[in-house]
């Protein structure tokens, strides 16, 4: 595959429609365009459940850059028209990003709570956006490797070539659900473009566990829970596995949420990345390897708060599945985090801020 340059340096001006303001990956992709400047310089309008939270988001930018975020409320995305008056700007959009989906792994009621806000919250944006935004140029969606994966019968190798195998049947269980909701969701957004040719191309960020510093934004918000994939980093660090490292399973791949959220804004500006899914993986982890990494980093901090050193082993699976993350570097111009820096940068932050909501 060819080596794709990353757009050289260029004053013009690009309009972006965040929706999903207030997740853990959404307000790192707001970081990343405000710190994009260099390449591009763009006004955001990030959507928000409420009024107070939209404010928040817009207070808590530096004020040198203040003036480029504002914030548009959408209740309830998967309501009918949600996204029809959030898509109308003046001036109009450039790039739509949409992250707003449910991120939780259990429900009570799987349609209602999780396949219905993530495939009708996407199929809704878009028609919102063919119907009432026709400058856009391109949506980038946030997918997930749930998408992908099919456990426990995986394949050797995962790429951007695989779908899961979870059938709406299985969604019922409320245990498939999430690995449902992005699975149907994607393929709802591939088939609109299919279908109905709008004035936009697609690309899909297909992200696994994401581990990271709490962004700005949600600091600012206050808020005291963590993201489902840092809650295991969160729980070592206040000692909720003191007396023993919790098993990993089913999860073994990690990526840092700042190059998630760079792969968003590199696939919305690089002209090739078009129609293009992007298996957004950094590497492999284990609970173990985690916490190796505390001690490393914080031995104050994890004589207190991890076992003993030597108490159980890596769990991670020798025969574990690989994958293949070369569009996301070629295309995109992706460069890694390791896991050391990852672990550490979101060790500092919890002790920070105390958490963010995902």
């Known amino acids: 595959m060819t080596v794709i340059s990353i757009p050289s340096p260029n004053p013009s001006k690009g309009k972006v429609l965040l929706t999903g303001g207030t997740g853990f990956v959404a307000s790192h992709v707001l ?7 260099y390449y591009l310089r763009f006004d955001v309008v990030v959507t928000a459940r409420s009024d107070e939270k939209g404010r928040r988001i817009v207070k808590s930018i530096d004020s040198a850059l203040g003036k480029q975020v504002s914030y548009v409320v959408v209740e309830d995305v998967a309501r009918q028209g949600a996204f029809d008056d959030a898509v109308q700007s003046d001036p109009p959009f450039d790039y739509v990003i949409h992250t707003a989906s449910p991120y939780q792994l259990r429900f009570d009621d799987p349609v209602k709570e999780c396949l219905d806000p993530a495939i009708k919250g996407t199929t809704g944006i878009l028609r919102s956006i063919k119907a009432h935004a026709p400058a856009v140029k391109r949506v980038v969606i946030t997918s997930s490797s749930a998408a992908m994966l099919s456990p426990p019968n995986h394949r050797p190798v995962y790429d951007e070539s695989c779908w899961s195998d979870v059938t ?4 019922m269980d409320p245990a498939e659900a999430y690995r449902a909701s992005k699975k149907f969701a994607e393929k709802a957004a591939w088939d609109f473009i299919a279908t109905e040719s709008p004035n936009f191309d697609l690309a899909t960020i297909n992200n696994t566990y994401t581990f990271g510093p709490v962004p700005r934004s ?6 005291t829970t963590v993201n489902t994939s840092n809650r295991r ?5 206040r000692g909720a596995m003191r007396a023993r490292i919790a098993p990993t399973a089913p999860v073994f791949t990690f990526v840092d949420v700042r190059d998630v959220a760079l792969a968003h804004v590199r696939a919305m500006t690089v002209p090739e990345a078009g129609g293009m899914r992007f298996y957004v993986v950094g590497g492999f982890f284990s609970n ?7 001690r490393r980093a914080y031995p104050a901090l994890a004589a207190r708060v991890l076992p003993i050193e030597g108490e159980g082993g890596d769990d991670f699976p020798e025969d574990h599945w690989r994958f293949e993350n070369r569009r996301s570097k070629e295309v995109l111009g992706l460069e890694y985090r390791g896991l050391e820096g990852s672990v550490r940068d979101t060790v500092e932050s919890i002790l920070r801020f105390g958490g963010g909501e995902v």
């Open 31 to 37: 970081d990343s365009l405000l710190d994009h400047g």
């Open 168 to 171: 709406w049947e299985q969604a």
């Open 218 to 223: 949600l600091a600012a918000l206050g808020q």
């Open 233 to 237: 980093i969160y729980d070592m660090v």
């Open 288 to 294: 173990m390897r985690i916490a190796r990494v505390i």
